[in-house]
């Protein structure tokens, strides 16, 4: 199998998971919050599947209009399983990082001047598409203002009613950002002369993920006629989160959260992590003192803050399963923590003394 068709094999895989990761959305419906978690994490796959899809397109097309030979397509790597809900939220408020994958001005007179031709005008015409769901999303922002509320009116047909605030000095336009953050006034809305203009703005934005996949598709089928003389590969590997695509409880297992009121058993597991980690902060400072480093206090203070919040937060995502036994079974981990703990404080300065005593 040529590069080409390796790659253009692998393209087609990604735009079918892409596609697959769509239809999943919808096939969820949300109900209960374990039917909830499972939806957002498929919407997260397919944020993240779309923009894989849109960024190997993208680094094809590129390659092709250099006439360079193609790489592996790029894709965003899913993180590790302990921190994969941390990933979950960042993909959510990312929207996957399409619109970072949008292609640019550069990328778009590049494609201007390519020959011409069916399949090379509808890539250039998707690829204005996005370009215009990308303006859309920047300029939304701008069609609201400060307001404030007409007296005596209340209750929520009042929402939305009274006068623009006063612009701030040197920023005339209702929508900055500065005049958004400080103007007088308690209320935002959209400016009323702009609706209209800020629905077809916020569709033209919504309309990305449509327009992502349909880029992408426009470039395969531009790369099969003139790169495989018309003949469809079969779909290739799939890399990224396109792989899990309808395994949402094994991507982002559920995570159970702390209890709103701890009990007696569970308050001395949480007690004995926290003197663990305290023992452990205070290692940097030990050595230090030992081994005559308090020149370097701030390096040694630094090391031992970087401890104490590597283990704080460490807590706070497993504390949780290590507390969910019953009965005086959730202490057992606090008891291990605390006779650690003990150890730890008791033999530091033994340690230190051995290794870095007298220097």
């Known amino acids: 199998m ?7 094999a692998d393209l087609r895989a990604q735009g079918t998971a892409a ?5 999943r959305v919808r096939e969820l419906r949300a109900g209960t919050v374990q039917d909830v978690r499972r939806r957002t994490t498929a919407v997260a796959v397919y944020y993240a599947s779309e923009a894989d899809y849109l960024r190997s397109a993208v680094a094809l097309l590129r390659a092709h209009l ?42 778009l007179e590049q494609m201007r001047s390519a020959r011409p031709g069916p399949l090379m005008d509808a890539v250039t015409e998707q690829a204005q598409a ?22 005596g009116r209340r209750g929520p047909a009042a929402a939305g009613v009274g006068r623009p605030s006063p612009t701030l000095p040197g920023f005339a336009d209702r929508g900055h950002p500065v005049n958004l953050a400080l103007a007088a006034g308690t209320g935002i809305r959209i400016q009323p002369e702009r609706l209209a203009e800020a629905s077809r703005l916020k569709d033209e934005e919504f309309a990305v993920h449509e327009r992502a996949l349909a880029l992408g598709d426009a470039v395969l089928a531009l790369l099969v006629e003139q790169r495989l003389d018309g003949v469809v590969p079969q779909a290739g590997c799939v890399r990224g989160a396109g792989r899990w695509v309808g395994r949402e409880e094994v991507l982002v297992p ?93 033999g530091q300065g033994s340690f230190a003394d051995y290794y870095f005593g007298g220097r």
């Open 130 to 151: 996005l370009q215009a769901s990308l303006h859309a999303r920047r300029t939304h922002p701008r069609m609201y203002e400060k307001y404030l509320p007409a007296p």
């Open 254 to 346: 559920h995570r159970p959260g702390w209890p709103e009121r701890l009990n007696g058993f569970q308050a001395v597991t949480l007690a004995g992590l926290g003197l663990l980690v305290l023992a452990c902060a205070a290692l940097p400072l030990t050595i230090g003192e030992r081994a005559g480093l308090f020149s370097h206090a701030a390096l040694l203070f630094t090391g031992a803050a970087a401890v104490a919040f590597t283990g704080t937060a460490l807590i706070g995502r497993t504390g949780p399963r290590m507390i969910k036994a019953q009965g005086a079974r959730a202490a057992v981990p606090g008891i291990v923590a605390g006779l650690a703990a003990l150890a730890v404080w008791q």
């Open 2 to 8: 040529s590069g080409w068709e390796r790659a253009i």
């Open 66 to 107: 250099g006439d360079r030979p193609p790489r592996q397509l790029p894709v965003a790597r899913v993180w590790p399983r302990a921190v994969r809900d941390l990933w979950k939220e960042r993909v959510l408020a990312r929207t996957g990082g399409v619109w970072r994958a949008v292609p640019g001005q550069g990328e």
């Open 19 to 23: 596609r697959a990761a769509a239809d």
